[in-house]
């Protein structure tokens, strides 16, 4: 059973910051493409930033500016800085680990926690 453990979300006011975090084992880790979603009620799933192997990185145009995505091959952790924070950020934020096609671990649909809510509000 794959786990990925997400952690630091929580309630801040507009204009503020956040740092979500994403452990994953480290076999799963080490030949993945790491990624963060985010479902907001109402709405599909969305992509917001993912980090590849090679540390080249893409983010959503509505993030861009504001959010780093970065990651800690010491500690099979990936992060998220999310800075100046809008309410319309608010949603339940997953990671993802999407394994190199051909890799033992390899699966269609990647691997996923559980999510982390945020919520931008005052």
Request: hydrophobic fraction near 30%; proline fraction near 5%; charge should be neutral.
């Amino acid at each position: 059973q794959v786990q990925l453990v997400e952690s630091g979300g929580g309630l801040v006011q507009p204009g503020g910051s956040l740092k979500l975090s994403c452990a994953a084992p480290g076999s799963i880790f080490s030949i993945s493409t790491m990624g963060w979603y985010r479902q907001a009620p109402g709405k599909e799933r969305e992509l917001v930033a993912r980090i590849f192997s090679d540390d080249s990185t893409n983010y959503a145009d509505s993030v861009k500016g504001r959010f780093t995505i970065s990651r800690d091959i010491a500690k099979n952790t990936v992060y998220l800085q999310m800075n100046s924070l809008k309410p319309e950020d608010t949603a339940i934020y997953y990671c993802e680990a999407y394994p190199h096609i051909g890799s033992p671990w390899y699966r269609l649909n990647g691997y996923w926690g559980q999510g982390t809510q945020v919520t931008v509000s005052s």
